[in-house]
């Protein structure tokens, strides 16, 4: 054996084969036994052979995968359920903006009209608890988890916000001229 920047020449009937030398670790129950054993196994061979079947059995899996899905029609479906569910966020804020507007003062209904930012409404000084409310009756019906999460709550918030804008400048436009 000739060692070269730790990789390994091994020359078998005059075919050189390159071979990466790794190290790996095992519980030291499992060493002793291999000790026991080492005389008669070839550790590096059942490595070899464990992890090129692990690896056929996976490549096999992604190709047979890949074949009998039809991920453009999974894609498209996904890109059509997601403009479904954004629309239902702004439609939820929209009935949400109604609702509100029944019973608000003019007061709070001017500074709703008034409303520029759509970040942290749930922070806002007048209507902060309201959209806190209403967020975590929404929270249950989008169902979020992992490391995106605020992210997705904050687009959530956006969408929701203007909808619920819309709605109060729906209901304004039905009664301003009234009053």
Known sequence: MMYVYSKQYVFFTGVCI????????VPDELYEKMQEWKSSLNFSRVFQNAISGMIRKKES????????????????RLKKEKVEFEFNIKEWGRKDGLEWCKTAHYRELQYALALTSYKNPDQDE?????????????????????????????DFSEKYLKGWKEGVELFWSEVKDKL
């Open 18 to 25: 390159n071979m990466a030398k790794i190290t790996i670790s």
């Open 126 to 154: 007048e209507l902060g608890d309201y959209f806190s409310h209403m967020f975590e009756k929404h929270r249950k019906q989008i169902k979020v988890t992992g490391k995106k999460t605020q992210d997705i709550l904050n």
């Open 61 to 76: 899996l992604i190709s047979k995968c890949r074949k009998e899905v039809d991920f453009s029609s999974i894609v498209d």
